[in-house]
């Protein structure tokens, strides 16, 4: 039976959701990557160990990922069950719903059918009782906000979620979002949106700004856009690259010579700083005083030990700023 590293809290800090009480590692591990079909579940496991023995606590999930939809809720629950069930109270497990999940017309997006529904089956296939964080996964433009709100709020009352969060929200959708949350007395800490140095979107709609006016929190997903923020691609495309082994996410049309130029360019950046570019895409989402997280996705335990050290070099210069914007300018 695993037993955890002792160390285990003096390896990561942790940072507050907003106003809340609730903390999260400053690095959590997503499993939309490589815990689905596509994986070895040995590695799956050797994964969560290694992001467990140091200090990470969330383990974040969506009803939808795998390949299939749902296989990473059910490797993760074999995880748990294996390994990690001791550890429940220490862990965060956080899950979604929004996306296309089944046929029919209550397979997907907002309505309140479809996200109980698609909650009681991610627990049953994780074999939990309730998860940590239960997120609305993107707005839905013809289900009322207030039934979506509804739906959240029912899942806490009823057990079966003790934080709820949004995600692919944009300010002005997080701040109406909020005001029915607030009202309802529901426990609403976190926002999870895309951000990268390649992707500024957030800064630009609002949500980092409402989120902050709020007193929320934000985790950022893709931090290393896909494996672009990476020296893996400087030399070419290797052969056991994601564009190559699963091109679900990032095509090799995405090297334009612009963007290698770019990427050469803060490779040079983050060497000056003593890290790799990983580690500074890392560390540039985390100088933000309104995030909280940066999920890394990871194919091998080497990748989470890399990412980790992203946490303890959070300061920037002004000049390493504005260099990374000039390079980064359109």
């Known amino acids: 039976m695993y037993t955890a590293a002792e160390n285990r809290y003096e390896l990561t800090p942790y940072n507050r959701c907003g106003a809340s009480g609730l903390k999260l590692p400053a690095v959590s591990l997503g499993l939309w990557h490589n815990f689905g079909d596509t994986g070895e579940y040995s590695n799956m496991v050797a994964m969560c160990r290694t992001a467990f023995d140091n200090g990470i606590t969330h383990f974040d999930l969506a ?27 220490e862990l965060i497990i956080s899950t979604k719903a929004g996306y296309y999940m089944w046929e029919g017309p209550y397979g997907e997006w907002g309505s309140r059918k479809y996200l109980l529904s698609s909650l009681d089956q991610s627990l049953k296939r994780m074999g939990l ?28 009352q009823a057990g079966k979620a003790l934080y709820v969060g949004l995600s692919n929200y944009n300010g002005e959708q997080l701040y109406r979002a909020a005001a029915i949350l607030h009202e309802m007395k529901v426990p609403f800490v976190i926002n999870q949106n895309r951000y990268s ?16 006016a709020l007193k929320k929190g934000v985790i950022a997903f893709s931090p290393l856009a896909q494996g672009l923020l990476t020296d893996r691609y400087l030399k070419g495309v290797p052969a056991d690259s994601r564009i190559v082994t699963d091109g679900r996410f990032l095509q090799e049309s995405a090297l334009t010579p612009k963007r290698l130029e770019q990427i050469t360019a803060l490779n040079e950046v983050a060497a000056a700083r003593g890290q790799t570019l990983a ?29 980790l050290k992203a946490a303890h ?12 914007d000039y390079i980064c300018a359109e």
């Not at 993760?76 to 069950?81: C, D, E, K």
């Not at 959070?314 to 990374?324: C, D, G, M, V």
């Open 129 to 156: 009782e309730y998860v940590d964080i239960f997120y609305h996964h993107r707005p839905d433009p013809d289900t009322p906000l207030e039934e979506t709100m509804g739906a959240l709020a029912t899942a806490v």
């Open 279 to 307: 580690e500074m895409a890392l560390s540039w989402v985390l100088r933000a005083d309104a995030v909280t997280s940066v999920l890394i996705g990871a194919s091998r335990p080497e990748q989470i030990l890399c990412n």
């Open 313 to 324: 070099n959070t300061a920037f210069t002004p000049e390493e700023l504005a260099k990374i």
């Open 197 to 212: 140095i390649f992707d500024r979107t957030v800064e630009k709609n609002g949500l980092l700004e409402t989120a902050a």
């Open 63 to 89: 009803n939808n990922y795998g390949p299939a939809a749902g296989r990473a809720e059910e490797n993760f629950g074999r995880i748990l069950a294996e390994d990690l069930s001791p550890y429940r109270d």
